[in-house]
């Protein structure tokens, strides 16, 4: 459980982003009751923090207008894990579409540190290189962004307007579980109020979204990010692919992981782990099929391809080319 001082600081922040905040709201936010808020307030008035008081129906507590915090100062480390998470997210693509946010925010850094501190920090990012280079990432908007994390803080639904992959527009009711990046792009899971099941959305196709009355209950059962790898796998593409495989688990999923493809065992036997070797059945979907040979070839096991016949002969033509590259002398 946070610290009081953590809370009060957190409260500082609250009040920091604008505003009128209630002081129920306060306490909903930091976990306490209303008089502990009272008491926070309290200690950041005793710090020359101008918080006041507004009375009324929606009265509670903003700061002063024109009130800026003092210049933040970080320690080495501090400043390095700022702007080394920085330089992460932009080669990730995990930023939003203010595609200068994060060069913005580290100039800002920079400039309030020591000098030092700065040589050293500019020496590491000159010195430092990535193994991939960074693509082209639809990035989301940053207060859909945050529209999304405050609606699954407060499990509220939230209406949006989304458009799919082939440009169809519809309105949606989501009730948000959870928002996940994967593989440089930012997704939102939870079950779509008008049909009464589980999707995942990804966020740069969202629009116009807003948090809506009312409350609902989180599901019990997997955590958002093995929701969205799972959609992932049972996605809908242009093949259906049903293999069997016989090997282990670990195996399978080191060429094959659950966001491509679902395991099934044939026949279950009682007290059998992970790593017996056993056939499995695999089941994805793909748009194209020519990535699956050489995937099966490295595999290194006995597998029974079921469907569909044009994988079958894609795995035919890659061993008939290997034969004949190994015949050439």
Known sequence: MPRPTGRVLTLLELLQSGGTRTVAELADRL???GRTVRRYVDQLVDLDVPVESVRGRYGGYRLAPGYRLPPLMLSDDEALAVLLGLVAGRRAGLTTTEHTASETASAKIRRVLPKHIARRLDTLLEALAFTDQPGDFDTPDAGVLLTLADAVRHRRPVSMRYTDRDGRRSERTLHAYGIVAHAGRWYVTGKDARIGEDRTFRLDRIADARTLPGSFEAPVGPGPAQRVLSAFATAEYRHEVTLRIHGTVGQIRAHLPVSVASLEEYAP??????????????????????WLPPVLASLDRPFVIERPDELRDLVTALADRLASYARQV
């Open 31 to 33: 976990g306490v009751e």
């Open 269 to 290: 036997v009682a007290g059998q782990d992970r790593a017996t070797e056993r056939w499995l059945r695999v089941e994805l979907r793909a748009e194209r099929l020519d």
